[in-house]
């Protein structure tokens, strides 16, 4: 019986995890209709490159006979770390390689002290939400996908600029205000890549983004400040913004202007959740 074997990742594993990450990412969603996350081999390997360079990631590689069957990243730059993506070759499905790497990264979030553990899940996808759900996550929102051409419209009153290393403090005020806790981590890696935007309104920070992409996050104090955010982008970068679908307002917006829905997905908690009082755009993180 072949075993599985469960080891940390290194950057020598980015071309073999990328693969198994596009294959298994293709396979599910052509199963069910859908255009893959990954659109190309290239664009996985680079992505699994970058991760598992990068201090502020933990990754966990599974093996069987000598040959990489999965993987799986935990993104601990914050308190509450995000999990994603996990994957696992289409010919390993079925033989528990899944539960072995969430329950990895959860054994280390316990370790870590993380007071809470996030993940978005394809709503498609019924068997990952099911694993989730039995390792203990519950399902907080449901979240719209949206692409399309760029909105490029401005909101009286609202300044949208670049990210300074001098507004980590206000940014993170906020995100605490709205979320309960800041994810300085991100921002500061944002704010160094260049990526990362702020809106002002009336003098104030308002509102900030890492990015108006799928691996990126956006808060504001109100809809238009997240509006504003999003009217800026010159393009929606990977599958497309994340919208809750209870942001009514804001769906209806981001409708209206062009945008359309690529698929339906669900932001899935473990631990510390507290209802956002102000307006967001999660990750596919969280």
């Known amino acids: 019986m072949n075993t599985t ?3 940390p990742g290194t950057p020598a594993d980015a071309e073999a995890c990328g ?8 396979a599910i969603a ?24 990068h201090p502020g990631w933990y990754s966990v590689v599974a093996e069987r006979d000598g040959r990489v069957v999965g993987s799986n990243f935990l993104d601990v730059r914050s308190s509450v770390f995000g999990v994603g993506p996990i994957s696992v070759a289409p010919t390993g499905q ?47 929102a449901t979240l719209a996908c949206l692409q399309g051409p760029p909105i490029g419209v401005l909101l009286p009153g609202r300044e949208v600029r670049p990210a300074l290393d ?3 403090s206000a940014c993170n005020g906020l995100s605490r205000r709205v979320h309960g806790h800041d994810r300085s981590g991100e921002l500061r890696d944002a704010i160094s890549q260049g990526a990362a935007l702020v809106v002002e309104y009336d003098g104030r920070l308002t509102g900030y983004s890492t990015g108006i992409a799928f691996f990126a996050h956006t808060v504001g104090e109100t809809t238009d400040d997240v509006k504003a955010l999003i009217g800026s982008a010159d393009q929606f ?50």
């Not at 693969?19 to 293709?26: K, M, P, R, T």
């Not at 690529?262 to 009082?277: A, E, F, I, W």
């Open 5 to 7: 074997m469960l080891r």
């Open 19 to 26: 693969e198994v990450c596009f294959a298994a990412f293709s």
């Open 30 to 53: 052509a199963a069910h209709g859908f255009p893959s996350d990954f659109p190309s081999n290239e664009m996985a390997i680079g992505l699994m490159s970058m991760l598992l360079g």
């Open 94 to 140: 079925d033989n528990s390689v899944g539960r072995a790497l969430m329950q990895d990264v959860l054994d280390v979030s316990a370790q870590r002290g993380a007071p809470g553990v996030r993940l978005v899940q394809s709503g498609y996808h019924n068997r990952s939400f099911a694993l989730y759900a039995k390792l203990g996550f519950d399902a907080q």
């Open 166 to 168: 001098a507004d980590v």
């Open 237 to 286: 970068a990977g599958p497309g913004i994340l919208v809750p679908a209870e942001n009514h307002e804001l769906l209806r917006w981001c409708l209206t202007n062009g945008l359309h829905v690529t698929q339906l997905m669900t932001l899935m908690t473990l631990g510390l959740y507290k209802r956002p009082t102000g307006a967001y755009l999660p990750s596919v993180l969280y």
